[in-house]
C-alpha cells in the first residue's frame, strides 16, 4: 500500500495524468493487493475451509472432526436414492428455467431493440426488469398467492376448461419461479448485446438480398450468441443453486440439492454432508458453465 | 427522360412525423454508367435519398423507378442496386471472404462456387491473403475495398456510395478516389455517391447534384456547377466566392445592370436557370476569387474598381488577396502573382461581366 500512496500526493514533478499513469503501469500488481487480499480472507480461505470439511466427519458437538481425510461423504451420497434424486430435480429443473426463460428472454429482448420504437425502449425495458427492484423472497411469497389452489391461476384455467391443476407445491411452481427470474436475467443480457448490433448491418444484408429471417439467422443470431450464452450461463447457476423458490413454491417433499444441503445442517448439523453437498454443486456448475462461458467468448472479440 | 435513365425520382419526398421534412419533393434523372454524386451540408437529406433509392427508408410521396420500373414500395432485396456503407457493416462475426460471399449465400449459390467468387474478388482488389480474416484485423482501406467487392458480388446496375471514404485519412483518402473512379469506369457500372466534401465531388463526378434543405438546388457538371451556380448556397458551398448582394436595376438578354450599395452599377451575366430576373428584383452576384484581377491586368477587364490592401497571403502556388472595398466591406482575392502595392495601400481591381455571376435564392435553403 505504502508504494500507492505518493501518488495521490499531488506533489510529484509530473503533475500530468500520464506520469501518474506511468507510475502504476510500472507496478502493475500493487494495484490488486486490495482486491486479491479482500477476495482471499472473505471468499477463498471460507470457501475452501468449508469444502475441505466434505473429507471429514464429525465428532462431538459437530463442529469437531474426527482426524484424517475420508471419502465417506460422497460414497453416502452417490447410494442414497434421496440424495441422487435431489441432484437430478435440481438438473432437471434448471435445464428446463434456462430453455423456458432464454426462449422467452429472446422474443422479448428482439422485440424490445428491433421492434419498440426507439423512444419507448427504456422505458419498455425499465417494465420488464422493475421486479427486480423487490426482493425475491417476496416476489416468491406473491407467486405462491398466484398459483395456490384457490389462486388466480387455478381459477383461470378452471375457467379456460383445462380443470383443477395442482401447481403449488410442485416443481412446476418452482420452474414458474425460476423462469421469471431467468427471463428478466436473460432480457438484461440480450437487450445490450442486441442494443450494439450496428443497424448498418441489417440494412446491409437486407440489401445484398437476405430475407427478413435470414438476416436473423446469419446476422442477429450470431451476434446476440454471447449475450444468450453468458444470461444462460447466469441463470443455470442460480437456478440450480437457489434455495427460495423450491421451498417457498415447489413444498418441501420432493426436495432439490439446495434443499438436500440446508437440510444436512439445519436438521442434523452435519458440516461436512452440507459441504458435500455444496462441492458437489459447485463441481457441477463449473461444469455446466464453462464450456458454455468458453463458447461466448468465441462471439466476443471481434468488435 | 429517356431509356439511358436507369434510376428516376419523381417528386419523392420523406418526412419525418407531421413536421420534419427529410427530402421535399425531389426529381432527379441518373443516367445509365454515370458517377452521379448528392452533394450537400449534414441533414441536407442526401442520405435519407440514397437510402430511399436503396430500398431501405420508405417513401413518404412521390415514385422511383429502375429501368422505367417502379420500385418505389418493393424491399431492397428486389432491386438490382446495391448499398455501400459509410461504416461498411462488414459482419464482424465473419470471415472476409464469408462477407463477400454473403450476397451469393442468400441467393443459394453452393458454398463452394460462392468462395470461388468471393476470391476472385479478392484478386480483383488485390488482396488474395485475408479471405480469412475477421473485419477487425483489416486496415481502414482494406475494409473499404473489402465492403466495394462485397457490394459488387451481385453484379447491380446501381452502386449506392454513402460517404464510403470519410473514415479515411486524407492521403488514403485520396488514394481511394482514384481507385473507386477507376473501378467505376472499368466496371461501367452507375454510382450515385453522397459526399459532403465538395472537392471529392468535383473531382469524381460526372454530374452533381447540389442538395440543400432537403431540395436540390442545381444538378449539373463539375465545370458547370462551378463555373455557373444558380444559387447562392451553391456558389458558397462550392469553393470560395464572394457574395455581393444589391438590386437588378435592368436587364439585356443575358446580361443584368446590377446595382451594389459600394461599387454602384455594373454588369452580370445570368446563366441557366436564373433567367426569370426582373427589373427592380433583389439579387446576389457571386465573384470567384481567382477570376478577379489585380493591379495593372485590372485595367484591361470591363468592371473595374478601387479597395484598400489589407492582407496578403503566399499559400505557395497562389497569392490569397484580401481588399477593403469599403469598411467592413471585404473582397477575397486569389492571384498567381504578389501585388504590387504593399498592405494599407490602393489597389485596383478588375472583372469581366461573365465572372459576376447572377444567383438567386429559391430554394429552401437558410442562407
Not at chain 2, 445509365?32 to 452533394?39: H, K, P, Q, W, Y
Not at chain 2, 492521403?171 to 469506369?185: D, P, S, T
Not at chain 2, 434543405?213 to 456558389?235: C, H, L, N, S, W
Request: with cysteine; glycine share 8%; net charge positive.
Amino acid at each position: 500500500m505504502a508504494s500507492i500512496l505518493p501518488l495521490s500526493a499531488g506533489k510529484s514533478n509530473k503533475p500530468q495524468a500520464g506520469g501518474r499513469e506511468r507510475r502504476i503501469m510500472g507496478n502493475p500488481w500493487y494495484g490488486l493487493i486490495p482486491a486479491v487480499s479482500y477476495l482471499l480472507f472473505f471468499y477463498l480461505i471460507p470457501v475452501v475451509y468449508l469444502l475441505s470439511r466434505s473429507f471429514k466427519i464429525t465428532q462431538g458437538s459437530g463442529i469437531q472432526f474426527a482426524p484424517g481425510l475420508t471419502l465417506a461423504n460422497y460414497i453416502e451420497f452417490f447410494t442414497a436414492r434421496t440424495n441422487y434424486l435431489a441432484y437430478a430435480r435440481s438438473m432437471v429443473i434448471s435445464i428446463l428455467v434456462v430453455l423456458f426463460a432464454s426462449l422467452i428472454a429472446y422474443a422479448v429482448a428482439y422485440t424490445i431493440v428491433f421492434i419498440v420504437p426507439k423512444r419507448y425502449q427504456q422505458m419498455t425495458l425499465l417494465l420488464i426488469i422493475a421486479p427486480f427492484w423487490t426482493s425475491f423472497v417476496i416476489r416468491a411469497f406473491a407467486w405462491q398467492l398466484l398459483l395456490a389452489e384457490a389462486g388466480p391461476v387455478s381459477a383461470f384455467l378452471k375457467q379456460v376448461g383445462v380443470g383443477s391443476l395442482k401447481i403449488l407445491n410442485t416443481h412446476v411452481a418452482t420452474v414458474i419461479g425460476l423462469t421469471v427470474f431467468g427471463v428478466m436475467m436473460l432480457t438484461l443480457n440480450l437487450y445490450s448485446v442486441m442494443e450494439n448490433i450496428n443497424p448498418n448491418l441489417l440494412a446491409a444484408a437486407a440489401d445484398l438480398g437476405a430475407r427478413r429471417w435470414q438476416t436473423f439467422k446469419e446476422v442477429v443470431f450470431p451476434l446476440s450468441r454471447p449475450g444468450l450464452l453468458i444470461g444462460a450461463a447466469l441463470t443455470f447457476i442460480i437456478s440450480f443453486g437457489d434455495y427460495v423458490v423450491p421451498s417457498l413454491l415447489g413444498g418441501g417433499v420432493r426436495i432439490v440439492l439446495s434443499q438436500a444441503m440446508v437440510g444436512a445442517m439445519t436438521t442434523s448439523f452435519n458440516i461436512p454432508r452440507a459441504s458435500t453437498y455444496a462441492m458437489i454443486m459447485l463441481v457441477t456448475i463449473l461444469v455446466v458453465t464453462m464450456p458454455i462461458l468458453r463458447l461466448s467468448r468465441v462471439g466476443l472479440n471481434t468488435e | 427522360m429517356g431509356s439511358n435513365s436507369i434510376v428516376e425520382l419523381q417528386d419523392v419526398t420523406k418526412r419525418y412525423g407531421e413536421s420534419v421534412v427529410a427530402v421535399d419533393a425531389i426529381n432527379l434523372s441518373v443516367r445509365r454508367g454515370e458517377f452521379l454524386t448528392l452533394l450537400g451540408p449534414s441533414g441536407c437529406g442526401k442520405t435519407t435519398t440514397l437510402r430511399m433509392i436503396a430500398g431501405l427508408e420508405t417513401v413518404s410521396s412521390g415514385k422511383i423507378l429502375i429501368n422505367q420500373e417502379d420500385v418505389t414500395y418493393l424491399p431492397p432485396y428486389s432491386r438490382n442496386t446495391s448499398m455501400m456503407f459509410q461504416d461498411y457493416a462488414l459482419f464482424p462475426h465473419m470471415s472476409i471472404e464469408d462477407n463477400i460471399a454473403f450476397g451469393l449465400k442468400m441467393r443459394r449459390v453452393p458454398r463452394d462456387e460462392r468462395l470461388k467468387k468471393a476470391r476472385e474478388m479478392l484478386e480483383f482488389i488485390q488482396l488474395p491473403h485475408i479471405a480469412g480474416r475477421k473485419p477487425n484485423q483489416l486496415s481502414g482501406g482494406q475494409r473499404q475495398r473489402v465492403a466495394l467487392v462485397r457490394s459488387l458480388i451481385l453484379q447491380p446496375e446501381v452502386l449506392l456510395l454513402d460517404e464510403p471514404l470519410g473514415a479515411l485519412d486524407a492521403e488514403l483518402r485520396r488514394q481511394m478516389q482514384v481507385e473507386l473512379k477507376r473501378n467505376q469506369q472499368q466496371l461501367g457500372i452507375t454510382f450515385i455517391y453522397v459526399t459532403h466534401d465538395q472537392e471529392e465531388a468535383l473531382s469524381l463526378s460526372d454530374r452533381i447534384v447540389v442538395m440543400n434543405g432537403g431540395r436540390v438546388e442545381q444538378m449539373d457538371t463539375p465545370k458547370m456547377i462551378y463555373e455557373q451556380p444558380r444559387t447562392t448556397f451553391v456558389a458558397s458551398f462550392i469553393g470560395r466566392c464572394n457574395l455581393r448582394k444589391g438590386i437588378a436595376e435592368a436587364k439585356e438578354g443575358r446580361l443584368v445592370v446590377f446595382l451594389d450599395a459600394v461599387l454602384g452599377k455594373f454588369p452580370a451575366a445570368c446563366f441557366n436557370g436564373v433567367e426569370a430576373i426582373q427589373p427592380g428584383q433583389r439579387i446576389a452576384i457571386a465573384l470567384r476569387p481567382e477570376k478577379i484581377r489585380i493591379g495593372r491586368e485590372a485595367e484591361n477587364c470591363q468592371t473595374k474598381a478601387v479597395g484598400i490592401l489589407k492582407y496578403t497571403g503566399f499559400l505557395g502556388s497562389i497569392v490569397r488577396i484580401v481588399v477593403e472595398l469599403a469598411p467592413g466591406d471585404e473582397v477575397v482575392v486569389e492571384s498567381q502573382a504578389l501585388p504590387e502595392a504593399q498592405v494599407g495601400e490602393k489597389i485596383s481591381l478588375g472583372w469581366n461581366c461573365d465572372d459576376a455571376i447572377v444567383l438567386t435564392e429559391n430554394s429552401g435553403g437558410d442562407k
